[in-house]
Nanobody
Framework: QVQLVESGGGLVQPGGSLRLSCAASGSIFSINRMGWYRQAPGKQRELVAAITSGGSTNYADSVKGRFTISRDNAKNTVNLQMNALKPEDTAVYYC??????????????WGQGTQVTVSS
């Protein structure tokens, strides 16, 4: 059973930093794209950042220059370093990954989400 588990959310003041981590576990053969999405109350879920297995990244315009996504292929983890946080970054952040389990087809997986609140 493959699962994604996030950690690192919390409450931070505007201008502060947080680091989110996500670990994939289970019977994993390979992981392709990994990413972070977020969903604020009353809004649609949106892509924040994504990274391929080769290290290519893309970011939402709203977080460029402030957030950095990285991954450790050996550990099946993906991180999101968030700096210069703004109140509008407040949302539930979800880890997402395209994973091929052993003996199964490639499919998309979601984590359970972690709350990030930016407030003074």
């Amino acid at each position: 059973q493959v699962q994604l588990v996030e950690s690192g959310g919390g409450l931070v003041q505007p201008g502060g930093s947080l680091r989110l981590s996500c670990a994939a576990s289970g019977s994993i053969f390979s992981i392709n794209r990994m990413g972070w999405y977020r969903q604020a109350p009353g809004k649609q879920r949106e892509l924040v950042a994504a990274i391929t297995s080769g290290g290519s990244t893309n970011y939402a315009d709203s977080v460029k220059g402030r957030f950095t996504i990285s991954r450790d292929n050996a550990k099946n983890t993906v991180n999101l370093q968030m700096n210069a946080l703004k109140p509008e970054d407040t949302a539930v952040y979800y880890c997402n990954a395209d994973i091929k389990p052993y003996g199964s087809l490639l499919r998309n997986y979601w984590g359970q989400g972690t709350q990030v609140t930016v407030s003074s």
